[in-house]
């Protein structure tokens, strides 16, 4: 992992939903933690759903929510919207520079702008002045929103493209590279014109490749923060991988300051698959239990999978701290696998074998795993909050339980088969 590259900071939100930082590290600021963004789906003028979305993907851990504003109704929405959530709300603007202008009047605390649709330096500065002036003069930040089909017209554009293209010759992707960062410079000349320094930039391909090199040469240009995505992932199967591979290569690299991971699907996948790759990064402390679980294989004799979505689903909503839960098929593996688990349970023959902390607790039947597993689960965070044990506080030495006494799995035509010649059944060999 590279050091986080230092940047500029700002900062949007307000007294009532809080305040969300992005970047930081330069003029005496220290670096916010990366933060999880998404976008709502529906309509923003369908004011119930729309506050019911932004509060579900608050709850989901969505640290900024977007939404589009792509008419008047919409940013006359945001007039009620906004008093009843709970997280800042940036206004996603194409084409009309007065959708802006409005959403700033309405509250919203940050903007998004796309330089290939709002191009009229007059009403750049008229939206620049507005976000001046907004919150009580507190003022609001903008983000500039690169897209791969973003176009800029400027009077030396030819000349600019020729010489980034030259240096960018031996990369396939030069061209383009060159025309996101021409259009950045054009564009924020006319921001630092204004005095106006409050910006975070996005840099949005579909294509992997070209997301990890344009947010990689934009970083060594410009001081601002970056807002990572990679835009038209995709369903979220295949849009995980796309996303995951170009995000996590960037902040592996120190590059990025917020994300918003894009699924053709529910929101909250965007928001919980975006925290999972930062606390799987370790550049974000984790909220709620972290779960490990087994592969599964031809040895299993409990239905793992369900076990493992069952056990997920309630530890998600049950559990506030971050628990290191292990769910292992048998103890082939399962002891190397789960150390360091403080709550794990090992599968046998339709039986599990449960310890907290190293310490064998109960051996229950298979129907009987999930709730004594999220029993023991709910005690041992009881016993954290009230300062009586610690997380990961004992690793787990665990002596693994007989497989075929206690976990009964089978295996005693192993031992049969094998009885007199001096064959013992050793752990971790599988
Ligand atoms: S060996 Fe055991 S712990 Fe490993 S995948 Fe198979 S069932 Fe799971």
């Excluded at 900062?11 to 999880?36: C, M, Y």
Aim: aromatic share 4%.
């Amino acid at each position: 992992m590279q050091p986080r590259r230092p940047t500029r900071q700002v900062t949007l939100g307000d007294d009532r939903v809080g305040f969300v930082r992005i970047g930081g590290g330069l003029n005496g600021t220290t670096p916010a933690p990366i933060s999880v963004q998404t976008m709502t789906t529906g309509y923003t003028h369908g004011i119930d759903k729309c506050v019911a979305e932004i509060n579900r993907l608050t709850a989901a851990g969505a640290e900024v929510v977007r939404v589009a504003v792509p008419e008047r109704k919409d940013t006359e929405a945001l007039k009620e919207i906004i008093p009843q959530v709970r997280v800042p709300i940036v206004a996603d603007v194409h084409f009309h520079f007065k959708r802006a202008l409005e959403a700033v009047e309405a509250g919203v605390h940050k903007i998004r702008l796309n330089p290939g649709n709002i191009q009229d330096r007059d009403q750049v500065i008229e939206v620049i002045n507005a976000c001046k002036a907004a919150q009580g003069g507190r003022g609001i930040p903008i983000r500039i929103g690169v897209n791969e089909g973003s176009i800029i017209e400027r009077k030396d554009k030819q000349k600019r493209l020729k010489e980034l293209g030259a240096f960018f010759h031996d990369n396939k992707r030069g061209y383009l590279l060159a025309i996101m960062i021409t259009k950045l410079e054009e564009y924020l000349d006319i921001f630092y014109e204004q005095n106006f320094h409050d910006i975070v930039i996005s840099a949005k391909s579909m294509d992997v490749p070209t997301v990890v090199d344009a947010y990689t040469e934009i970083s060594k240009r410009f001081d601002h923060p970056l807002h990572l995505g990679v835009t038209h992932a995709g369903p979220k199967e295949t849009g995980c991988i796309r996303s995951v591979v170009a995000l996590g290569t960037l902040i592996a690299n120190g590059i990025g300051d917020t994300i918003r991971i894009s699924y053709a699907s529910d929101s909250k996948y965007e928001v919980e698959d975006g925290l999972e790759m930062l606390y799987s990064l370790g550049v974000r402390e984790r909220k709620g239990a972290e779960l490990i679980a087994c592969p599964t294989c031809g040895r299993i004799q409990v239905d793992l999978v369900s076990l493992v979505q069952d056990v997920r689903n309630k530890v998600s909503t049950q559990i506030q701290l971050p628990i290191k839960l292990a769910v292992m098929g048998c103890i082939v593996n399962g002891p190397g696998e789960a150390e360091g688990a403080d709550v794990a349970v090992f599968a046998g023959d339709r039986k599990g074998i449960i310890y907290v902390q190293g310490e064998k607790v109960a051996n229950v039947p298979e129907e009987e795993i999930l709730s004594r597993l999220l029993e023991e689960c709910l005690k041992f965070q009881d016993k954290v909050k009230r300062g009586e044990a610690k997380l990961g506080e004992k690793k787990v030495e665990i002596i693994p339980p007989d497989p075929i006494g206690e976990l009964g799995s089978g295996w005693e035509k192993a031992a049969h088969d094998h009885k007199g010649k001096g064959v013992s059944l050793t752990v971790g060999g599988a």
